[in-house]
């Protein structure tokens, strides 16, 4: 046999051997590139750990998958071997090894993991397993705190609540839980004469009770509430309840309050007897004393002073033309006094005026100062018109020009004080 006749029966195995060698590698290739390669059936493999053979196939997961993801399904044309795409094929699944569902479950803080109790397929547990609440059960409430007592009769502390209200709150909110019908006014025509005193009195009522609660109320506000009150007695026609002591007042504020509301009360009066003008004096009466009262309550006040020749009397002066004088020359000082405080002695009333002057320049600079002689002033009756008058010099060795004269009064019966300032001019000799 030639040599020619043995190459072809050595090559055609030789080659066919080899050919079937290439394809079996190719085909198994996902043996050694498991992530990148494509295995006979036409899916691709995920990337796993090349440390581990914990692998599971896609087509075969484990009951915690199938609760996951839905269940992976290949394409028609996979299964029938082809290796053309599949471009309806789905997404592949995540695989999750044995070794990772091990620690999930046994991990307390995976919220997943008591999804392993349930059966396959279900991602919430069914309606009949859940837990049935009543309608008449009633949701348990926190503990009340600790100095709030619980009645036991609610859900809510309302005993508890009301006791931190005040006392008419709590009578009028325990009778609308109660269900009680609220007190009502009784309906009445507008011009019946009577609704105006019922709503007076009720009026009379609360400011009494509010007097009555407030003791940490403010000495002003507890004044100004004691003063309206006694304007509501009046308004009653209760002149006694109206002249009641308040307990704060001075006696001056006392006794101008029972005066001015006596006034307020003969003014009011319906029925003025025996006639109006002897109605009216009996008005003015009230309303002097009540100014007696009043003007001690006042600050001192001092008229401007006027240089004068001659007083004839209160508001009857003979004045200077100019007030320009020469060094040294006399003059009379004329002023009015108003809320002077007058005393009640066995003689009559008494007032008590200690006066100074001061003289100063044009710069400021005082160049005189002196005092004034104090006298008693005694009268049968309370002056209403109190004036006073001195005999001053003008100062000696000054230099011409302008001066001014500041006067000062102090009232020793009342403890307060006034002044008062007008200006002239010392002339050239």
Known sequence: MSLSHLIPRFVRPSLLGLAMILVGLSGCQSWWNRSNSQSLLGFTNESQDKNTDDWEHPNAPGDRDRKIAPLYKPSTTAMRGENKPDTQTEKPVRVTLPRDRQKDNDSPSNPGSDLAKLPAGQTEPPASSKPVVPATASVPVAKAPEGIPDSG????????????????????LRKRIAGEPEEKLPETDPKDPSRWTHELNQSVVALEKLLEASTDMEPAMRMHHEMTLRLL??????????????????????????????ALFHATSPDPIPSRPRHWALVASEDRHADRHLAALGSLQVSPPVFCTQVDGFGVTHKFDKNSFAPDQQ??????????????VREGFETKIKGSYEIRDSQGKRIVEQALPMEPDLCSSQRRDFFLVYMIYMPQNVEPGKYELILTMEDLCGNKFGSSKTDFEIKKQ
């Open 153 to 172: 009769k609610s859900q809510v502390d309302i005993e508890g609540a009301l006791t931190l209200l005040p006392a008419d709150y709590q009578a009028t």
């Open 233 to 262: 007695y009046l308004a009653q026609r209760n002149l006694e309840q109206a002249k009641r002591p308040i307990s704060d007042a001075t006696p001056h504020e006392q006794e101008y309050l029972e005066h001015q509301l006596t």
């Open 331 to 344: 003059v009379l000082l004329y002023c009015e006094l108003e809320n002077v405080t007058s005393q009640k």
